[in-house]
């Protein structure tokens, strides 16, 4: 009767996790139904090409990529000695990549 109860519960402790969602959606990785796209995928402006986009993406300081990033170089020379981590460099290198970019005509879109 004891283990007879215990498999019971395993059962309706199962059953409970796939109503949750293991496999769907949100195990996946991506909770959205649609595609995403990547932060600099947002930035357009009349005219722009993906590789015109790319070579101002670098003009502006970033990698060469969709995904904003910035060296380890530029990190460290950004990184003020108070400052435990790079977060607030990595912050103060956006902000003026998205300055940047503004100033060459580029737009943020959602």
């Not at 402790?13 to 649609?34: H, K, Q, R, V």
Request: net charge positive; proline share 4%; hydrophobic share 30%.
């Amino acid at each position: 009767m004891r283990k007879m109860i215990g498999f019971l519960v395993g059962v309706l402790i199962n059953i409970s996790l796939y109503g949750c969602g293991i496999g769907g959606f949100w195990m996946n990785g991506n909770p959205f139904s649609s595609e995403t796209k990547l932060y600099g995928e947002h930035w357009v402006k009349e005219g722009m090409t993906q590789e015109s986009r790319l070579d101002d993406t670098v003009a502006c300081g970033s990698a060469r990529t969709e995904r904003l990033g910035f060296s380890a170089e530029k990190k460290r020379l950004e990184r003020r000695p108070e400052e435990p981590d790079d977060a607030k460099a990595v912050g103060r290198l956006t902000e003026r990549w998205v300055q940047c970019m503004k100033s060459k005509g580029y737009h943020y879109e959602p």
